[in-house]
């Protein structure tokens, strides 16, 4: 157990909905990343927060969309949804270390089915 | 461009035989390179992962890599491997913006 939970583990919908993954980091992390990961892209960065502000962006759509609270946890929103969207998605939490080094441990991710 | 390969995307290995699980690197910089494994059904758990000082780093259920900088390579190594490991191995570079930029994956079988 990485420490790292998110809710739900499942998630099936149809296109055009909307979604919302939920995430909580490990005690005391303050960074929170989002992967997607699928059969033909393998896995993906979407997008990094840490203490509750947007740090970096990777290959994430204009439909999706994240945040990160106060109490640090995060929260990916999926919108206007399609069939490529099906995918299972991973956050990862890390704590950075002197030197600037970091390790990501990742929670059992959220499978996303669109039909 | 940051870059990971994995040249082998499957491997069978009987059990109790050793395995070597290739990773080749692309990046500019000193990089942190870690090894992530993943169950069926299952979540990301790490490995091993290696920052600075001894090549050779030891890590979790008796896996260990080897950094090798002149070859830009992190093999994954088990001197005898049991049927519960079978799974899928991620290589993985951590770029200077804290995102991971992972290979494609290794799935590994055991034969019994």
């Known amino acids: 157990d990485s420490g790292v939970t998110q809710t739900p583990k499942h998630l099936i919908t149809a296109t055009g909905q909307r979604v919302t993954l939920r995430c909580s980091p490990r005690?005391?992390?303050?960074?929170v990343y989002w992967y997607q990961q699928s059969l033909d892209q393998g896995l993906q960065f979407l997008i990094h927060y840490y203490n509750g502000e947007e740090r970096a962006k990777g290959n994430i759509l204009e439909r999706f969309s994240a945040q990160q609270f106060p109490d640090l946890h995060s929260e990916l929103n999926l919108s206007s949804l399609e069939l490529g969207d099906s995918a299972l998605y991973f956050c990862?939490?890390?704590?950075?270390?002197?030197?600037?080094?970091?390790?990501?441990?990742f929670g059992p991710g959220t499978r996303l089915l669109v039909l | 461009a940051q870059s990971v390969t994995q040249p082998d995307i499957h491997i069978t290995v009987s059990e109790g035989a050793s395995l070597e699980s290739r990773c080749n690197y692309s990046y500019g910089a000193t990089p942190y390179l870690f090894w992530y494994v993943q169950s069926p059904g299952q979540g990301l758990q790490l490995l091993l992962k290696y920052f600075s000082g001894d090549t050779l780093v030891q890590g979790i259920k008796g896996f260990e890599a080897e950094f090798k900088r002149s070859q830009s390579s992190f093999n994954l190594r088990k001197p005898s491997v049991h049927w519960s490991d079978a799974a899928e191995y991620f290589c993985a570079v951590g770029s200077n913006t804290g995102k991971l930029i992972f290979g494609q994956g290794t799935t590994l079988q055991v034969k019994p």
């Open positions: 005690s005391g992390d303050l960074s």
């Open positions: 990862a939490s890390s704590a950075l270390t002197s030197g600037g080094q970091e390790t990501q441990y």
